[in-house]
Each structure stands twice: as C-alpha cells, then as structure tokens.
Nanobody, 126 residues
Framework: QVQLVESGGGLVQAGGSLRLSCAASGRTFSTYTMGWLRQAPGKEREFVSL???????????TYADSVKGRFTISRDMDKNTVYLEMDSLKPEDTAVYYC????????????????WGKGTLVTVSS
C-alpha cells in the first residue's frame, strides 16, 4: 500500500503561482511513477504531469500540452515527496488536483493509477 497526502491548494489570481506537495508513505516510494491529475467542475479527470525515476536518477517527466511550460514536477526522494510548481495560472486550471502513484507510467497518462490521494482544490480567479 502507498498512502498519498496532498497539500498546497488554495485561491490564487490569474497569473499567480502555487506549489502543490504530495507526501507519500508505505511501500517503496521509488519504485512507482508519480503524477498529478486534475478534475475540473463538470469535467472528466485529466492527466497533468508525471515523473519517473530509474534508481536514484531522474529518468523523465511528461506534461499535458495545456500545462507545458507553466508547470514543473519534481520529486524529493529523501522526503518521499512529489511537488507540482504551477506558474502563470489561468482560470481554466481551476480543479481538484490529485496526486497518484502507478507501477506503469502509461496508466497515469490514461487517467488511471494504482494509488490516489484525496485531492487538493486549486481555484484561479480571473
């Protein structure tokens, strides 16, 4: 089992920044691909970003086109924490953001995961 707890959501004006954190505990954290997905009101959940490590080194990151160049995902292996730095926020970024862990990266890009956090709400005002 992997437990995921998100924090850092809140209300921000358009053009502002927020940093989300996801603290992980449980089974070996390093073996999972970690990611963020979001669900806006009235819309389906969508993939945002993922980060995959190979051993102790960063292997690659992936971003949805809608956030590329504005969001940055990172991972602190010592703290078992994944971050999502969100800059130049837009009203359309308003959503509940979920941290997720998957044994297969493709699972995240297809809006699935093996483990989910409960989510943190991000609201971007215009």
């Amino acid at each position: 089992q992997v437990q995921l707890v998100e924090s850092g959501g809140g209300l921000v004006q358009a053009g502002g920044s927020l940093r989300l954190s996801c603290a992980a505990s449980g089974r070996t954290f390093s073996t999972y691909t970690m990611g963020w997905l979001r669900q806006a009101p009235g819309k389906e959940r969508e993939f945002v970003s993922l980060i995959k490590w190979r051993g102790s080194s960063l292997f690659y990151t992936t971003y949805a086109d809608s956030v590329k160049g504005r969001f940055t995902i990172s991972r602190d292996m010592d703290k078992n924490t994944v971050y999502l730095e969100m800059d130049s926020l837009k009203p359309e970024d308003t959503a509940v953001y979920y941290c997720a862990a998957a044994s297969i990266p493709d699972l995240l890009t297809k809006n699935g995961a093996d483990y989910w956090g409960k989510g943190t709400l991000v609201t971007v005002s215009s």
